[in-house]
């Protein structure tokens, strides 16, 4: 910014008081020569009150003239590159590629190998260098060698390498490739290392040995084909015997070259399969079955179960599948028995003799008088009845008007989640009678929202989660009367000084982050929160400084705030941007769209409110060109107070509940919490190894493992299998098998199913479904079940073919609820906190206090009842960051004109039935806890209902009420951008703002539709109708319907 426009920006437009002096100012500056500090400007340039240009002038003294000065306000003394911006250096005193302040072993000697946290890898001894090229079997795509080097005559690509130590390497790799080598290796544990590089990423491969699974990788881009990095894939044990072994390397995706794989011996003193260095219980006794961390598996006793809707004995209890009772007499005694002595004869006690009560939700543990511990469902404590002979009798029910037994798993009337005594969070907005308030929370940006070169706006900054939110205040007197709008800022980490930038009113006459009113925020003290020092800062104006006049209701501020942190921050960046918002006066925050024409290039200005598909929370139209970001993004009305949570949750999200390492950059580190969480048995390490960028799944290649979907599975009746459960979970200890698509049924109609190849035996009943795109799911929770239901015609009593049914679900923190059924491809969980611990549990093998019993069949063994329970807060962080996601608005309004083809498809699509079960408008129940989501005006297109989708579309498995056929109305916003987020961006050249999207389009449960179309044609049943009524349009009214659908 050049003195002159700060100098405008303060005056309200006018510079005033100059005195024109033609006689006496020598360079014709208008400036006279008695206060012309700059005598000989050249002719023409803009001066400001001394007679300086900005060319003549370094007002930070950084050696940096202000007309080149990206950074004008660097502290005296700085290290400044050409653009004047701030050199950071980042220390590393013992040099070994770890930053001191991401090294926790900080005086490492020189040449030792160390792992990320900067310390030294112990008692590694290579005992095997395997090069790529001395492979004994092979398969390979192609028929010729396309690196045209080495000795070996046969198909795979060979060629020279630059690596260290030079040779070869292999190259060219293609889905479904793969190698195999023969290793002579010792009984013991053993980690493996592969050396690789590619230029474009995107590649993952599978390691094995004698047909057990090692573990598999991603491969990053390296920066080049002969740019090679090391990655630790996982360790292994061999059990017995010196003769070659068979390592195998599957590529799941290509492309990537690889150099060599390495064996390593690691020290395991106890023999427990886990190496010193990460065993947490060393000295365990021989044969004691451990986890990943080398501790002994504690058996997990089940005292509790149920069946025919009532709570009985575990399979470990004193007598397993018998009636289970409660005692009103308890109640006058909550968390003790009164049931002792000849009442505990007559009614024995469920005794607990491990660390839990385990078996069905809900269950606690209670001491008894004589210090042993008993079962406790809902908190009432648990007994059998001595009369009770067999299983299945009931003999003590209703005894003595105190004696009953429990019902489990029974379905009522359905209960509200939340109600008029639901405590709810502070409102975003408030009205006082002398100001409009209006609170919200932003985050670090690297660059500006209209900046289409960098794409670099919606993307997460390095180490985003600590301390890097600002929470913003704006107090609108102007909407009362007034004349001022005063906005204050709060950060938990402080800002310079000289650098806390508050921009207001867009010009856009330089760059596209040009604005009237600049200048740095007053600093106006701390305070203490919960233990949290937060750090204040002020700006207050009563002009529209772009306008050179007052205030008025109705002026669109834009505005913009820099969160330019003092000296002293941890780690990463120091300098960066905020979200670019746009404030109405006397109305709020409001999603926007750049104005083609008018006084200010690129300007902002409101997108209709119909085109809100996600009411207040959706988020202005992207003009960074960063198609695989769409989904990340907060909502644009995330309170004041979720700012941090919301990044914390994301962190949550991103981090492997194995390792804890972030999937994003490996310089965010470790996420200790996370570290060990996930059981013996799982499907993936985190949530983002299934929802990439919290979209959907993608399909993948014939005969490549489907380690991002879900697979549900049951017996011939629609139980749990008895030796998996309830879910297919491959990774892990005590993995249950693969499975992946072995071909696809081509249909006479253009369509294709799919062919599963299960590993083991096939189940008896089984579901595929594709992790779904994380869009909204916080306002469909809003929305209120008396809504839902209302649009329920279970026997299609108006005879239109639509029926719709509420799916219902036990509450899994209160068995005697019942609840909507909302989430998942067959409505079968009630809440995002449901949903989230569900696919906690069965995806990942994590334990919370939703569901503390990990999926598991009845024939099953070490079932993780062990593992440690996920903390709550992190928990309740995961569920608040998946809440308050922001939705896109519909891009029908994007260059300021409606889209008529849009709205005529809009049109087509009512015309023609789909809107019978895509229901457009829902209003949020004003009871929700999260201001976010509450009293929301919302375009989800779902009715929430499940209906019958006909038989092409069918599977053999059920979800509560809904049967194989049956699935859930999937909501549509987002659907036009998950292509993009679905398979992410390449960048052709490596040029920065070169990124394009490369789509993936997989639609429906199990992602068979290649295309929206395909995706309407398969729908069959209820919507039958609708699917002939598309059919018969024209060629222009189809794909104006598409693009319609395509909009949202």
Request: aromatic fraction near 8%; hydrophobic fraction near 30%.
């Amino acid at each position: 910014m050049s003195l002159l426009i700060a100098l405008i920006s303060a005056c309200g437009g006018e510079t005033g008081g100059e005195e024109e002096a033609i006689n006496n100012d020598l360079d014709n500056d208008s400036i006279v020569n008695s206060i012309d500090i700059c005598p000989n400007t050249p002719t023409n340039n803009v001066v400001n009150s001394v007679g300086c240009s900005d060319s003549e002038l370094d007002t930070d003294t950084d050696g940096i003239f202000d007309n080149v000065d990206v950074c004008p306000n660097t502290a005296v003394g700085s290290v400044v590159d050409s653009t004047g911006c701030l050199v950071i250096v980042i220390a590393d005193a013992d040099n070994d590629g770890v930053v001191d302040v991401s090294d926790s072993c900080p005086e490492t000697a020189a040449g030792k190998l160390v792992d990320e946290t900067g310390c030294e890898i112990m008692s590694q001894t290579v005992d095997i260098t395997i090069q790529a090229e001395d492979y004994i079997n092979y398969h390979d795509t192609t028929p010729a060698n396309e690196g045209g080097a080495g000795d070996r005559n046969d198909g795979v690509d060979i060629e020279v390498t630059t690596d260290t130590g030079g040779g070869f390497n292999v190259g060219y790799t293609e889905t479904g490739e793969w190698l195999e080598y023969a290793v002579t290796l010792d009984p013991g544990t053993y980690t493996i290392n592969t050396r690789i590089a590619s230029e474009s990423g995107g590649g993952q491969y599978t390691l094995s040995i004698n047909g057990n699974n090692i573990g598999s990788d991603s491969v990053s881009g390296t920066g080049g084909w002969q740019t090679y990095i090391t990655q630790n894939v996982n360790s292994f044990t061999i059990a017995d015997g010196s003769e070659p072994h068979t390592l195998r390397l599957d590529v799941d995706s290509g492309s990537f070259n690889i150099n060599w794989l390495q064996i390593v011996s690691l020290i395991d003193d106890d023999n427990d399969g886990v190496a010193n260095e990460l065993d947490s219980c060393p000295g365990t006794p021989k044969g004691t079955l451990v986890n990943a961390i080398g501790c002994e598996i504690v058996s997990v006793n089940h005292e509790v179960s149920y069946s025919n809707e009532r709570l009985t004995g575990g399979v470990d209890s004193a007598k397993p599948d018998f009636t289970l009772y409660v005692f009103d007499n308890d109640l006058s005694t909550p968390e003790t028995s009164v049931c002792n002595g000849d009442c505990a004869t007559s009614w024995p006690p469920v005794l607990v003799g491990d660390v839990e009560a385990s078996g069905v939700n809900g269950l606690s543990t209670i001491t008894r008088n004589d210090g042993t511990l008993q079962a406790a469902h809902n908190g009432r404590p648990l007994y059998f009845y001595a009369q009770d002979s067999a299983v299945g009798d009931t003999n003590g029910e209703g005894l003595g008007d105190v004696w009953w037994l429990v019902p489990y798993g029974v379905l009522g009337d359905i209960a509200a989640l939340y109600n008029s005594s639901t405590i709810l969070e502070p409102d975003t907005q408030v009205e006082t009678e002398d100001a409009l308030i209006t609170r919200f929370s932003d985050r670090p940006r690297t660059r500006h929202a209209k900046e289409d070169q960098f794409q670099s706006y919606d993307h997460y900054i390095k180490f985003y989660f600590e301390d890097r939110s600002s929470n913003i205040e704006i107090i609108d007197y102007v909407a009362k009367g007034g004349d001022t709008i005063e906005m204050n800022v709060r950060t938990i980490f402080p800002l310079s000084d000289l650098e806390a930038e508050n921009r207001w009113w867009y010009q856009g006459f330089t760059t596209v982050a040009q604005y009237a009113s600049n200048g740095i925020m007053d600093f106006i003290g701390t305070e203490v929160i919960d233990g949290v020092t937060y750090y204040n800062y002020q700006k207050i104006g009563n002009q529209n400084t772009r306008l050179g006049r007052e205030i008025r209701i109705g002026d669109e501020m834009e505005f913009e705030i820099s969160q330019f942190s003092a000296p002293g921050i941890p780690r990463g960046q120091t300098n960066y941007y905020g979200t670019t918002f746009l404030y109405i006066v006397g109305e709020g925050i409001v999603p926007w769209y750049t104005e083609i024409s008018g006084p200010f290039p690129e300007d902002s200005a409101k997108i209709p409110e119909e085109y809100w598909l996600g009411g207040n929370t959706s988020m202005h139209y992207q003009y960074t060109d960063e198609p695989d970001n769409h989904f990340m993004q907060m909502a644009t009305n995330l309170s004041y107070d979720n700012g941090q949570t919301f990044l914390l949750g994301r962190r949550v999200h991103h981090s492997s509940f194995v390792d804890g390492t972030h999937d994003e950059d490996a310089d965010n580190g470790v996420f200790a919490d996370n570290v060990g969480l996930s059981g013996p048995r799982y499907v993936n390490e985190s949530c983002v190894d299934c929802h990439a960028r919290n979209g959907s799944a993608p399909v993948a290649e014939n005969g490549v493992l489907l380690d991002r979907w879900v697979f549900k599975v049951g017996d011939e009746d629609g139980n749990p299998d008895p030796s998996i459960g309830r879910v297919l979970q491959p990774n892990g200890s005590g993995g249950e098998g693969n499975v992946s698509i072995a071909s696809w049924i081509e249909l006479s109609n253009g369509l294709r199913r799919p062919n599963y190849q299960f590993s083991g035996a096939t189940p008896a009943t089984f579901s595929a479904r594709i992790a779904p795109r994380l869009v909204g799911l916080g306002l469909l929770e809003a929305i209120s079940e008396v809504d839902i239901i209302a649009l329920a015609d279970p026997t299609d009593t108006d005879g239109n073919g639509i029926s719709g049914v509420a799916n219902k679900t036990i509450d899994p923190e209160n068995s005697e609820l019942t609840r909507l059924g909302r989430f998942g491809w067959k409505a079968g969980t009630s809440s995002v906190r449901h949903q989230v611990a569900g696919a906690l549990n069965t995806d990942i093998g994590v334990r919370t206090s939703v569901l503390p019993d990990l999926d598991c069949g009845s024939e099953q063994a070490n079932c993780g009842g062990a593992s440690p329970i996920m903390p709550e807060k992190n928990l309740n962080d995961l569920v608040k960051y998946i809440s308050t996601l922001g939705v896109r608005p519909q891009r029908v309004w994007k260059s300021g004109v409606e889209d008529t083809q849009v709205l005529a498809g809009s049109a087509k699509f009512e015309e023609i039935g789909c809107v019978d079960c895509h229901t457009k408008t829902f209003q949020t129940s004003e009871f929700h806890p999260l201001a976010e989501v509450r009293n929301q005006t919302i375009h989800p297109y779902t009715d929430m209902l499940l209906h019958d989708m006909g038989p092409g579309l069918a599977d053999n498995l059920g979800e509560g009420l809904a049967n194989g056929s049956e699935w859930r109305t999937t909501p549509l916003w987002g659907l036009g951008l998950s292509a993009c987020v679905t398979s992410g961006v390449t960048n052709p050249t490596g040029a920065e703002g070169d990124e394009i999207c490369t789509p993936h389009h997989a639609y429906l449960h199990d992602g068979r539709a290649r295309s929206i179309e395909e995706a309407i044609l398969w729908h069959g049943g209820e919507s039958e109708n609708s699917t002939t009524l598309y059919k018969a349009l024209s060629d222009s009214d189809k794909a104006a319907l598409l693009s319609f659908l395509r909009s949202l």
